[in-house]
């Protein structure tokens, strides 16, 4: 019993999403009623639920969630899990009631602002969703997971200046994780802002060696750069005043397209080939 209270324990502090083991570990200690006696008994009922709405056991959750009523009848957290069982059975409209009501009497309350969220958002409900982000954010701007969860919402609406701000955010948050920066130099590629792609792609090879999509970037800003710096003498609007010289592009263009090679050198013979022509393209 106390190997399965301890993994229980710990997966908890990690805040891993493992429902099919909690259920294995928590199965024998919920039929010996072993749980009830421990100073974590509540906070494991919690967990089980949880674990339980992901793999559909609803009997066994509901079962939970009477006995935390019971124990704490005027819980927001308890509240809380009753929105998410009434999304488990298909009732959104009363878990969003639940959350809506959570937070007129507590609109800081995190676990309710993100279930309202999720809920919002699974129902493509977006520009509600991205509503309730910005306000979510007024309280906790330094929730990086929100700022993204925010980006990602405005990029399915085509909103890329705000998009970049939210980008822009998560890297003031997170400067050393190279997939916001990829992401950052992806969106700013998309946007025409070819000399900053060109810094967030170099940013990420600096914190990730051999990462194939930067490296690709790179190649893909740099001739990019120099297709428009050739049509710029037809057309001074199409010229970049911030990008690199001529030959710190021609350089950087090779440089990226021999590290492709090399990292495509260790792959299957089909997948070699067709980087290499579209390389030599």
Known sequence: MSSSLHLLA???QSSERRPFSVLQLAEPLLNTNSVSATDDAYLVYEQVFISAIDERQIELAKALLLLLRK???????????????NEAVGHPDEAQSIYTEMLATDPTNV????RLIALLKAAGHTEEAVAQLVA???THSNDFEAWLELAHLYMRNHRLAQASFCLEEVILQQPANHYFHLCY???????????????EYLRVVELSTDNLRA??????VADRIRELRARSKKDPTLCIDDAPQPATLDRLAQLATERLVAIYSRANQVTKTTAELW???
Request: charged content about 25%.
């Open 185 to 199: 130099a992806e969106l700013c590629y998309s946007m025409g802002r070819l000399d900053l792609a060109l810094k």
């Open 215 to 220: 490296f690709y970037g790179v190649k893909l």
């Open 136 to 138: 979510y954010l007024d």
């Open 279 to 281: 390389l030599s393209s």
């Open 111 to 114: 676990l309710a602002s993100k």
């Open 10 to 12: 710990d997966i908890r």
């Open 71 to 85: 124990r704490f009848p005027a819980s927001l957290r308890v509240k809380r899990l009753y929105g998410m069982i």
